[in-house]
């Protein structure tokens, strides 16, 4: 773990500049990866671009570099230089004065083609400091990378699992990743092989297809400029398609638009340049570049960095946004309204710490007087997940609204009437997707991508929308917030109360949230109340990003044919249940856990024979007060599931090491009530559980 904690790598390609080498190991000759910039901010948080620096040895802990850019004194990372011309690397937890230049590296030649993707804007690397600032975590070693293959910037943990496979792996077995993406002479090759004279168009008699191809009466130049407007693959089925469309396949202009700026070669952009001192046919060179597997290492490298490159660019804002505070619009109306909101878990990162000084975030507050009509949410994207950058409320009379950044791409959802609230999905690094939510309790489709993802109703008001206020970081919302006027009766306000404390309309759920037939028995659940301080009745400011996992081992319709539970929570917060039913009802989860059932203890319960469990059973270590409530200020001991035959299966035991006193709860069901599902956090010893109305049960 040590070794990749301790490893940094650039924040383009994502691949190593710099990692501890055991002392017996050689120190290698300088290769291209350990030639970097970097991005960084001084002492007066005005951020800067390195000069060049090397770094070929893996005993120091400072990194050396040039503060200016056009230095041109090539520092080594062993030179002995004083400590205080050193930068901090991806390293903000230092408080020595000396360290208080910190930033992120990125190497010369992952920048050179940075700077081509840009091209003729310079980077804007003020902006990209504040993106990679975006995408740290809190915990020491987490480390900053955009993703490899997986198509974006993405944050890995040691042993992080990415779409089934280990981060490691795909580290140490990509076989390419450490190849020079800036090296010519294979690009020189490939051209070389291109370089035989091009073939002649071939002439395509249009006149008999004339009467039947409408398309062919276009002028040639008119069809040559849709085609170029077509992908590729588009433009071949049309050219099968019409006749017409023949000619282009054999225009090496076509073909050579294909590796022009913006066109989908264009990471080999020497081609241009190369083209006008040789002859080059472009066709073949663009079936040579086809195909990925079959380019050479070095290309290969060149594609993917290049690819990460653009999604950098898309990601990263033009210019900053300012907070935006408007007290004359929140007139003495306003001052009692009522807030609802939701955070990333980003936030607390840039809490101010006692080596961190607190980092003052843009916030956009707004009243949104009208009815809404709709929303346009901009989306950029961060490794494997979208987040919103930025909103737009359209309100009644061409009204609107913006909060945030208008970055990446945009989405709009029309609002079928004025909603009464949101359902929001989001997760550690940001705000995902957001659901209107209407008065009768129908919802809106998802504005973003809606897949199974943490989500919340906190935002449902239950009455109109009266403001907005968003908070973000340098790249994307990452606390969103709505206010409603405050309640009018006594009732609507102990409707209210219930509700901010209820886990059903607070908890933020995975992978789907509970719906309105499940008891969460609230009363008799563990939960993690740090997270969750208005179940304890506190204030909800402070509250953090935690998500409740959420699961159902059949429901009315499954239950009359389970057969199998699956599970443990001490070691993985999951559950997989069987059915006898032709179907196959396995169902694994929480996703993404890396869990396996085969490895966990099963209980066989008769299903079809109408059992069911009926009784749950907690063990509660503590020497509670008289008026202390166990579920609140208790230790979760065990807890196990009992039957209508009286057969426990045993859900957890995390008392093993505890002799103190103990306290055993039971959790009496409503009437005609079942247990079918349990929530809680995985490894967080916390614990509740869903029953339903089983009217379908034998008694
Ligand atoms: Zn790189």
């Known amino acids: 773990m040590a070794r990749l904690a301790q490893t940094k790598c650039c924040i ?32 007066h948080h005005v951020t800067r671009l390195s000069g060049l620096a090397s770094h070929r040895d893996s005993r120091g802990h400072s990194w050396y570099a040039p503060w200016d850019h056009d230095d041109t004194r090539e520092y080594s990372g062993i030179a002995n230089l004083p400590e205080r011309e050193s930068i901090r690397v991806m390293d903000y937890r230092s408080s020595s004065e000396n360290h208080l230049r910190y930033g992120f590296p990125a190497h010369e030649n992952c920048w050179i083609l940075l700077q081509k993707v840009y091209s003729p804007t310079p980077v804007p690397y003020d902006m990209l400091f504040n993106v990679c600032k975006s995408l740290e975590g809190p915990e020491p070693d987490r480390i900053l990378d955009w993703g490899h293959d997986y198509g974006g910037a993405l944050l890995v943990t040691h042993g992080d699992r990415v779409e089934g496979r280990n981060v490691d792996d795909i580290r140490d077995t990509a076989g390419f990743f450490h190849r020079d993406p800036c090296s010519s002479d294979e690009i020189e090759g490939l051209l070389r092989q291109s370089s035989e004279t091009p073939p002649s168009g071939a002439e395509v008699s249009l006149e008999t297809s004339l009467l039947k191809d409408p398309l062919a009466s276009l002028p040639s130049d008119v069809r040559f400029l849709v085609a170029n407007l ?25 073909w050579a638009l294909r590796f022009a700026p913006g066109g989908e070669r264009d990471w080999l952009f020497e081609a241009t340049g190369i083209a006008k001192s040789q002859k080059v046919d472009w066709r073949s060179l663009y079936k040579t570049t086809s195909q990925f597997e079959r380019l050479p290492p070095r290309l290969r490298n060149r594609s993917r960095i290049w690819n990460l490159a653009k999604l950098i660019k898309d990601a990263t804002p033009s210019s900053p946004i300012a907070s ?3 007290p004359s619009i929140f007139g003495p109306d306003c001052e009692f309204d009522v807030w609802a909101e939701v955070t990333s878990s980003q936030l607390d990162t840039t809490r101010s710490s006692e080596d961190r000084p607190k980092v003052e975030l843009p916030r956009q507050k707004f009243q949104l007087p009208g009815p809404l009509e709709e929303i346009k949410a901009y989306f950029i994207r961060l490794g494997p997940s979208e987040f919103i950058s930025g909103i737009t409320f359209l309100m009644t009379s061409n009204r609107s609204r913006h909060i ?61 929308i009266t403001a907005v206020e968003g908070v973000f970081d340098g790249c994307k919302l990452i606390k969103l917030s709505f206010s409603r006027h405050p309640p009018k009766t006594m009732e609507e306000e102990e409707t209210m109360s219930k509700r901010k404390s209820s886990v059903f309309h607070s908890g933020i759920w995975y992978p789907e949230m509970p719906g309105i037939t499940a008891n969460l028995n609230e ?72 869990y396996r059932a085969t490895e966990h203890p099963c209980f ?16 509660i270590e503590g020497d509670l007060k008289p008026n202390e409530e166990p579920f609140i200020h208790g230790v979760l001991s065990s807890a196990i599931l009992i039957t209508d035959r009286g057969r426990e299966c045993e859900l957890c035991d995390y008392g093993q090491q505890y002799d103190g006193v103990f306290n055993t709860i039971e959790l009496k069901l409503q009437p ?22 089983a009217n379908d049960t034998p008694p």
């Open 404 to 464: 945030g950044y208008k970055s990446g791409s945009v989405r709009k959802l029309k609002l079928r009437e004025d909603p009464i609230g949101f359902n929001i999905q989001l997760e550690y690094l940001g705000i995902l997707s957001i659901q209107a939510v209407y008065s009768n309790g129908d919802i809106s489709e998802w504005l973003g991508d809606g897949f199974c993802m943490p989500t919340t109703r906190r935002l449902v008001l239950h009455d109109r």
């Open 12 to 43: 383009i390609c994502g691949h190593e500049v710099f990692r501890p080498r055991p002392r017996d190991e050689a120190i290698p000759a300088l290769a291209w990866r350990q030639r970097y910039r970097i991005v960084y901010q001084d002492i």
């Open 230 to 254: 077509l992908p590729t693959a588009d433009l071949n089925a049309l050219r099968l398609a019409s006749r017409a469309f023949y000619f282009i396949f054999h225009e090496q202009s076509y």
């Open 604 to 619: 066989q319960i008769d299903g079809k024979g109408g059992e069911r469990f009926v009784r749950a059973i907690f063990t």
């Open 672 to 693: 005609l009530e079942t247990i079918t599902g349990i929530y809680g956090v995985p490894g967080g010893m916390s614990l509740g559980i869903v029953s339903e109305k």
């Open 523 to 594: 009363k008799h659940a563990m939960l993690p109340y740090d997270f969750y301080p208005t179940l304890k009745g506190e204030a909800v400011s402070g509250s953090r990003y935690l998500p409740l996992c959420f699961t159902r081992f059949g429901g009315r319709q499954i239950l009359g044919s389970l057969s199998t539970i699956r599970g443990n929570l001490n070691t993985a917060f999951a559950l997989t249940y069987e059915s006898d039913d032709s179907s196959p009802l396995e169902e694994s989860w929480p996703r993404g856990y890396g």
């Open 324 to 326: 935006v505070t408007r």
